[in-house]
């Protein structure tokens, strides 16, 4: 149970740094310091939530389900067990400005303060913040579209700049078969994903041939921005991927009192799979594992959460894809992105399945807004062909990388013959570009859109893919 006073409001200034009569006046509340503002537990409150499970016929059972507990999962880890001088929530999502700050608008006599927290509070939910900005005056939302936009920039550089990190390697390839292991870490303090049941990321694994075409998709979406090959109930989780219809999806999967799917938050009993992944320094044996525990077939997997040494707390997963290739006898290319997914089209189902004012409404907004998953991360590898490496092809340099202005060239060692083949974007779709000589390579332009571009070059009779990256 909260209690507070809801004239007071807490920051991490002393009251004689502080002239409190000016907030008094303006607003009516009275600002007081209070150490534990900067501290991850101010967050506790409203992130640790254990709601009571009824059954189908709306009787409570006596069970109770953890619908989320970002805050337990951040003490379960590195930063968690750092204490008051590790990282805590606010690092992240109030980043601080060492500079001294004025506190108040148009009041330049008073003293700076430092540090000041940027009440930024970035998180990750783009589709949400973009159905809110579009129906903002239905929905009486006073921020402007600017600051919307502001916020939504914010988000999207926290989703793909600090949390996860790819690293795509090629094992062996044999004559009907190539192997990759796609490792992901988790950079931030608690699960990815973390917070309301709904939120889930998935990989999309592409391979393509030296002509662009597909040989082997996974994870890719529908119209509606569902995943194809997605199971009926839910897909479980995997180690090794080698079909079409098998994706890797990191999700918590509520289950009921009869453990069928659910994802109406009072049905929910205990998780039936969640594989979320967890932060560095995670551990079972953590006082708080009874809150944020790994659930399905994640528990066998000896890559999930485990060191080379076989040790608990690397934050970390290791998908296998093998991957059919009889028949493929020319070079491949293997892409895998990461796609952050606030809300899954068959989420909304059930309420979807009843009517009233507020439900229509909202299905009528969700229907108009953009859902189309946010690409968290990138990474791809050659194989075959694009595997062979030489003194030309190893000394090849890209300048300048990242390009402002999406003009771009390709240098060689003397004597070496530099040639564009194909360039792909992020999502591995060809992209048309025109190539010209330049000193000892070539040049091109590339389209104005911003991103991670994969250029495929031939040099000397070999092939290497150098990414650049167009602000």
């Known amino acids: 149970e909260l209690h507070f006073d809801s004239a007071k ?11 409190p009569s000016i907030m008094q006046f303006f607003v009516g509340f009275t600002p007081e310091q209070g150490a534990h503002i900067t501290n991850s537990k101010v967050c506790a409150g409203c992130h640790t939530l ?4 009824i059954d189908l016929e709306g009787n409570l059972t006596g069970d109770e389900f953890v619908e989320q507990a970002t805050y337990h999962e951040w003490l379960n880890s590195v930063y968690g067990a750092a204490g008051a001088n590790g990282t805590q929530c606010n690092t992240c999502h109030l980043p601080r400005v060492d500079g001294p700050v004025i506190l108040a608008a148009e009041y330049a006599f008073l003293n700076g303060q430092t540090p ?42 926290m989703l793909t700049r600090r949390s996860l990190d790819l690293d795509l390697d090629l094992i062996d390839r044999t004559t009907d078969t190539a192997y990759f292991a796609l490792r992901l870490e988790n950079r931030v303090g608690h699960r990815f994903p973390s917070g309301y049941p709904s939120r889930r990321a998935f ?14 998709a996974s994870g890719r979406t529908d119209a509606t921005h569902e995943v194809i090959g997605h199971d009926a109930g839910y897909e479980p989780h995997y180690d090794v991927i080698h079909a079409p219809d098998q994706v890797q999806i990191y999700e918590l999967v509520m289950g009921d009192v009869n453990d069928d799917v659910t994802t109406v938050l009072e049905h929910a009993k205990r998780p039936l799979k969640d594989n979320r992944l967890v932060p560095l320094g995670f551990s079972t044996a953590h006082v708080s594992y009874d809150t944020t525990t790994i659930a399905g077939t994640a528990l066998l997997d000896p890559n999930f ?35 952050y997914q606030p809300m899954p089209p068959g989420w909304n189902a059930s309420m979807f399945a009843l009517h009233s004012a507020r439900i229509d409404t909202f299905r009528t ?8 998953p946010t690409l968290v991360a990138v990474d791809s590898v050659g194989l075959g062909p694009l595997g062979i490496t030489n003194a030309a092809v190893q000394g090849v340099r890209v300048l300048p990388n990242p390009t402002a202005d999406g003009m771009v060239r390709f240098e060689g060692e003397a004597g070496s013959r530099v040639k ?52």
Do not use: C, W
Request: proline share 4%; hydrophobic share 40%; glycine share 10%.
């Open 9 to 19: 409001v807490y920051g991490p200034y002393a009251d004689d740094e502080i002239d």
């Open 50 to 53: 254990i709601t009571e499970t």
């Open 116 to 157: 000041f927290g940027l009440h930024h509070l970035a998180g990750a939910n783009v589709h949400m913040l973009e159905l809110m900005k579009t129906n903002r005056e239905a929905l009486h939302i006073p921020a402007t579209a600017a600051q919307f936009d502001s916020t939504i920039a914010r988000t999207k550089t």
């Open 203 to 216: 990989i999309e694994f592409v391979v393509v041939d030296a002509n662009g075409d597909t040989v082997f």
């Open 305 to 339: 959460n485990r060191t080379v040494l076989d040790e608990e707390g690397s934050g970390t997963d290791i998908v296998h894809y093998h991957i059919p290739v009889s028949g493929v006898n020319g070079a491949l290319r293997a892409f895998a992105r990461v796609y």
């Open 365 to 372: 907004m969700l229907a108009g807004s953009d859902g189309t």
């Open 420 to 471: 564009v083949q194909h360039v792909f974007d992020a999502r591995g779709r060809r992209v048309v570009v025109q190539s010209e000589p330049f000193g000892r390579g070539v040049r091109i332009q590339l389209p104005a859109a911003p991103g991670l571009y994969f250029v495929q070059l031939e040099i000397d009779g070999s092939t290497v893919v150098k990414r650049v990256v167009r602000r």
